[in-house]
């Protein structure tokens, strides 16, 4: 057996494997676990983590990881980064919880304040603090219906907005989210997002898939629904859980046109892709979209549970005793927020920008050299690579993906899938190029492997 580097993941930059995977430890919790823990939970590959720093996880056998998946794109500022530690910890000696429902928090409206600075649009806006990415979309939901007073939602193919049963509603990812929980919310339509590899109506691509706006004022008001029903529509400007597909510009701007056509509220869900991920505060900065609600969580506080659904102040009309949430806006996920920001606005979202734009140069060719991928996309650091049996008829390989994604593990580099076929690059967001380097040399030695066997 290897000897465990001197430290741990604290001083490292890369990873460094000591015992066979899983170790003897992580053994034992994989069996307890199985005994112990809920069976729906979906782990790709047995990794029992123990300690995090900067971008790197230590196992319970001393196995140190490059961690690409950063906790399903949440920790924003790496694991453990000393000046979330620090603000977690002093709020935490002062205060832990009052509920922010029934008593004022200077903190909470700090946080607002900056919140409602960075989010697009120059109308004032106001927000309501939840602790779930799902719980910031059905904020959105509720708020829609009571603000418009219409109660009919159009939401996308391949979106995925979350599990509690008003978002699973809107969730159009895979069917086993859904089957077996019976009726969902009614009046929800789903259409084709715009995916330039896959284009819906048959362009070649890449293409801006305009079509998926029109569609609905062309087909779905005329036919399906009267737009004066309609409360919103929830769009991701990139799709997570769907396989990283990023919605073109001018696809973007023509639904928000519609939108304003028709007074439904434009929802943007950047659980996912905002705060900082894409190298601009949110994915919908690069098409320039000013949404009227706009739903946040995962990286927002670092690995705290927070969330934030963001909208203008003239929407956010409702009343005392709406809607609220106990621990929603909690002090001390507030106070990791409020430092997180401080953290993404000086250093991290440039670094996403610059770092993401190296590893896309990195890997932009792979296409070209690789049989087994289709497509590679995405900006900043939320990357997608799909890989296909076959690039002509782009058959999806589900198989390959999985295979590359726990051989990746097996070399020391963390991944998760999304989609059907897509692996996601979603590193913290303050990776460096030596860490970029060494995911993309291990990611592609992995294809490599892939590719030959098949
Ligand atoms: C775009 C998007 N919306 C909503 C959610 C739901 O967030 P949570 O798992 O925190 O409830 C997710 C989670 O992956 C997501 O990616």
């Given amino acids: 057996m290897k000897q465990p580097m001197i430290g741990t993941a604290n001083e490292m930059k890369l990873p460094n494997l000591i015992t066979p995977l899983p170790g003897p430890n992580a053994k034992k919790v994989i069996a307890r676990d199985a005994q112990f823990i809920s069976p729906s939970y979906t782990r790709g590959y047995p990794m029992v983590a123990k300690s995090g720093r900067g971008a790197m996880v230590e196992d319970v056998d001393g196995n140190v990881f490059l961690d690409f998946a950063a906790g399903i794109a949440v920790v924003a500022t790496g694991h453990c980064h000393p000046r979330i530690v620090d603000a977690i910890q002093k709020q935490a000696a002062e205060l832990i919880h009052i509920s922010g429902t029934d008593f004022y928090l200077p903190n909470l409206v700090d946080l607002a304040e900056r919140l409602a600075a960075v989010a697009p649009g120059k109308e004032p806006k106001k927000v309501y603090f939840g602790n779930s990415g799902t719980e910031a979309i059905e904020a959105a939901i509720k708020l829609a219906r009571y603000h418009t007073r219409r109660d009919k939602i159009i939401a996308f193919y391949g979106c995925f907005h979350g599990r509690t049963m008003g978002a699973l509603s809107l969730t159009a990812s895979k069917a086993v989210q859904r089957k077996g929980f019976g009726a969902l919310l009614p009046g929800i339509f789903h259409i084709p997002y715009p995916n330039s590899y896959r284009c819906p109506y048959g362009n070649p691509s890449p293409c801006d898939c305009v079509e ?216 913290p967001l303050m990776i460096d190029e030596e860490q970029a380097d060494f995911a993309a040399r291990t990611l592609e030695e992995c294809i490599r492997e892939v590719e030959t066997s098949a």
């Fill in 212 to 427: 998926a706006a029109t569609f609905l004022e062309r087909d779905i008001f005329k036919r399906i629904v009267d737009p004066e029903e309609v409360a919103a529509v929830f769009i991701e400007p990139i799709q997570g859980e769907g396989g990283y597909v990023p919605a073109s510009k001018k696809f973007l701007l023509e639904l928000q046109r519609i939108c304003r056509q028709y007074g439904i509220l434009l929802v943007s869900d950047e659980v996912q892709s905002g705060m900082g991920r894409t190298g601009k505060w949110w994915a919908g900065d690069h098409s320039g979209i000013e949404p009227d609600i706009l739903c946040v969580a995962k990286g927002i506080a670092s690995g705290l549970p927070l969330s934030a659904t963001i909208a203008r102040a003239s929407v956010m009309d409702w009343k005392p005793g709406a809607h609220a949430s106990t621990f929603g806006g909690n002090p001390v996920c507030v106070a990791a927020a409020l430092a997180t920001m401080d953290l993404l606005e000086t250093q991290y979202i440039e670094n996403a920008r610059r770092v993401g734009e190296y590893l896309f140069r990195r890997m932009a060719d792979w296409p070209a050299r690789h049989k087994i991928v289709g497509d590679v996309r995405g900006k900043g650091l939320m990357i997608g690579v799909e890989i296909v049996r076959d690039q002509k008829t782009k058959e999806c390989a589900p198989d390959f993906r999985e295979t590359i994604v726990r051989r990746a593990f097996t070399k020391g580099l963390l991944l998760l899938g999304a989609g059907e076929n897509t692996i996601r690059i979603a590193p």
